[in-house]
T-cell receptor, first 112, second 112 residues
Framework: AQSVTQLGSHVSVSEGALVLLRCNYS??????LFWYVQYPNQGLQLLLK??????LVKGINGFEAEFKKSETSFHLTKPSAHMSDAAEYFC??????????FGAGTILRVKS | EAGVVQSPRYKIIEKKQPVAFWCNPI?????LYWYRQNLGQGPELLIR????????DSQLPKDRFSAERLKGVDSTLKIQPAELGDSAVYLC??????????FGNGTRLTVT
């Protein structure tokens, strides 16, 4: 069985500061890993994904994540937060990419 | 391309009443998913279709929930009768083969 743990249900950063959202996963097979963003009253939008190959993955809106097998982690980062980044972020794991198991989500607040 | 379309966006019903949600996936996407997202939680898979066949419905409460995907395109998710605990956002998603999931904006169900 696969599972995802997102540390911190709420994260608050100042505009221009580093964004770090934590995700740890459990999987019995090599995982596919995803980050999705959800704005209020909208569906989930894919930010980035890791399947195989390079462990540092770049996504949209300046976000990136690094797959660390030894730590079973896939943390999401962005060097400089923007007000428009305020949203809820979900980490997800899959065995082959077509059945996602999501974490509980992290709400990112960006202070001006 | 047009995204995943869901209707209605919002639905308020009294307990014990029936309710149905509709989803039109992205054209050409053979896989369709229904997820339920409870408040403050990540989405949880209810059912997954490959074309018109339900290939994973292990999390679907079959005593009151049903789904269909006629002709392998549109899909309908039904609850009969609804219970207070069914209040949630119901998300539809679609994908082609092992490509990432594309989500609709969801239907927010409130059962009173």
């Amino acid at each position: 069985a696969q599972s995802v743990t997102q540390l911190g249900s709420h994260v608050s950063v100042s505009e221009g500061a580093l964004v770090l959202l934590r995700c740890n996963y459990s999987s019995s097979v090599p995982p596919y890993l995803f980050w999705y963003v959800q704005y209020p009253n909208q569906g989930l939008q894919l930010l980035l994904k890791y399947t195989t190959g390079a462990t540092l993955v770049k996504g949209i809106n300046g976000f990136e994540a690094e797959f660390k097998k030894s730590e079973t982690s896939f943390h999401l980062t962005k060097p400089s937060a923007h007000m428009s980044d305020a949203a809820e972020y979900f980490c997800a794991v899959s065995d082959k990419g077509n059945k996602l198991v999501f974490g509980a989500g992290t709400i990112l607040r960006v202070k001006s | 391309e047009a995204g995943v379309v869901q209707s209605p966006r919002y639905k308020i019903i009294e307990k014990k009443q029936p309710v149905a949600f509709w989803c039109n996936p992205i054209s050409g996407h053979n896989t369709l998913y229904w997820y339920r997202q409870n408040l403050g939680q990540g989405p949880e898979l209810l059912i997954r279709y490959e074309n018109e066949e339900a290939v994973d419905d292990s999390q679907l409460p079959k005593d009151r929930f049903s789904a269909e995907r006629l002709k392998g395109v549109d899909s309908t998710l039904k609850i009969q009768p609804a219970e207070l605990g069914d209040s949630a956002v119901y998300l539809c998603a679609s994908s082609f083969s092992n490509s990432p999931l594309h989500f609709g904006n969801g239907t927010r169900l409130t059962v009173t």
